[in-house]
């Protein structure tokens, strides 16, 4: 195995450092973790797992706590983690052949976002870029920091490591989740006032809003970042169509949302995008085109998040045959659900109309 350390930072994560560390353990791995400023018993945690605990003073800088962690590593090759980031699933011996594949290059791992949606636990997965050699990369931006090569300008590859990553920081309740709010976007508008240009400032902003349900602000500043010329290749710019689609809805602007049929042949690639269009038509009253949307959903193999090719468009289909009338294809429709628990519901209400007629 290439000598890897985990580079962490970490600030009050007494509830998920344990988890995380855990997970490290059995690795192998050296980590490290700088800490920002805990109140709590984050580093009386972290001490069981490791010696190597460096106190950081927070600067509203992300960036620079990163860049101080790397700092800290014996080795080249760091892997970057969060405290409410939890090991699924790694294969050690291939990880370590395609780092000797790809010396110069950012290893991408796949991340589990789980948050709780109509009582059930919803995933959505992405990649993101979190392996490389400290000798040719360092972090930039305060929020949201991105990977950089020490070149300045220079482009760098990235490829697909064996790493399934568990991420829970989107659970819990709005209170809860409000503070982290608050913090991300103090820092994004004072990015935006040096970069007033920059769609994605726009679009993490609305991501801020849209994890406490703010929809309205959610609303507004997707649209804002939708007014610039946006590449709907990038897998932010397909997450943040289907986001901004859902804060119309969500906001009572159905009509509005019609209007992304105009962008329909760009995005309708994946289940997640299908789904979102056959909600439009359900919130208009168009119940064929719904239906249609809701079928491609469920062949598509494309799949962003969890439910989106499975249970989320059976269910509508459900719901459209129930508003239309075929009470027996609703009930068949909400039974292939599995535990799905709007479904379920649904399976003992129609259960229970039948079995009084």
């Known amino acids: 195995m290439c000598p890897v350390s985990v580079c962490m930072i970490a600030r009050n994560e007494e509830k998920n450092i344990e988890k995380c560390l855990a997970a490290l353990n059995p690795?192998?791995?050296?980590?490290?973790?700088?800490?920002?400023?805990?109140?709590?018993r984050t580093k009386e945690i972290a001490a069981r797992y490791t010696d190597?605990?460096?106190?950081?003073?927070?600067?509203?800088?992300?960036?620079?706590a990163r860049n101080f962690s790397l700092k800290h590593a014996s080795n080249d090759y760091v892997l970057v983690l969060d405290c409410d980031e939890v090991i699924a699933s790694l294969d050690t011996g291939l990880l370590s052949s395609l780092?000797?594949?790809?010396?110069?290059?950012?290893?991408?791992?796949?991340?589990?976002?789980?948050?709780?949606?109509?009582?059930?636990?919803?995933?959505?997965?992405?990649?993101?870029?979190?392996l490389f050699n400290r000798r040719f990369f360092h972090f930039e931006s305060p929020i949201h920091e991105q990977i950089?090569?020490?070149?300045?300008?220079m482009h760098y590859e990235s490829y697909d490591i064996p790493l399934l990553?568990?991420?829970?920081?989107?659970?819990?309740?709005?209170?809860?989740?409000?503070?982290?709010?608050?913090?991300?976007?103090?820092?994004?508008f004072k990015e935006l006032e040096k970069d007033p240009e920059n769609p994605y400032l726009y679009f993490q902003i609305?991501?801020?809003?849209?994890?406490?349900?703010?929809?309205?602000?959610?609303?507004?500043y997707y649209g804002k970042a939708l007014e610039y010329d946006v590449d709907p290749q990038e897998e932010w710019v397909q997450m943040m169509i289907i986001a901004y689609a859902n804060a119309l809805l969500h906001t009572g602007r159905r009509e509005e949302a019609l209007q992304l049929e105009a962008v329909y042949d760009t995005f309708a690639v994946t289940s997640d995008f299908y789904c979102c269009m056959g909600q439009i038509y359900m919130a208009n009253g168009q119940y064929?085109?719904?239906?249609?949307?809701?079928?491609?959903?469920?062949?598509?193999?494309?799949?962003?998040?969890?439910?989106?090719?499975?249970?989320?468009?059976?269910?509508?289909?459900?719901?459209?045959?129930?508003?239309?009338?075929?009470?027996?294809?609703?009930?068949?429709?909400?039974?292939?659900?599995?535990?799905?628990?709007?479904?379920l519901e649904k399976v003992r209400e129609l259960e229970s109309r039948l079995a009084d007629k």
């Open 206 to 220: 609305g991501q801020s809003y849209n994890m406490i349900y703010d929809y309205e602000n959610s609303y507004i």
């Open 99 to 130: 780092i000797r594949q790809h010396p110069e290059s950012v290893g991408r791992l796949a991340i589990d976002n789980h948050y709780i949606s109509n009582g059930t636990d919803m995933v959505y997965q992405d990649r993101l870029g979190r």
């Open 288 to 343: 064929v085109k719904a239906m249609m949307e809701f079928v491609k959903a469920i062949h598509c193999p494309v799949v962003r998040e969890s439910g989106t090719n499975t249970f989320i468009p059976t269910y509508n289909i459900g719901l459209i045959n129930e508003m239309m009338g075929n009470t027996e294809d609703a009930l068949t429709h909400y039974r292939n659900c599995g535990d799905f628990p709007m479904a």
């Open 27 to 40: 690795c192998g791995f050296e980590i490290i973790v700088v800490d920002t400023g805990s109140t709590d």
């Open 52 to 64: 190597k605990i460096y106190d950081f003073t927070w600067i509203d800088d992300f960036s620079a």
């Open 148 to 153: 950089t090569h020490n070149t300045k300008g």
């Open 165 to 188: 990553i568990d991420h829970v920081g989107y659970l819990g309740s709005v209170t809860d989740l409000r503070g982290k709010v608050e913090r991300n976007n103090t820092l994004l």
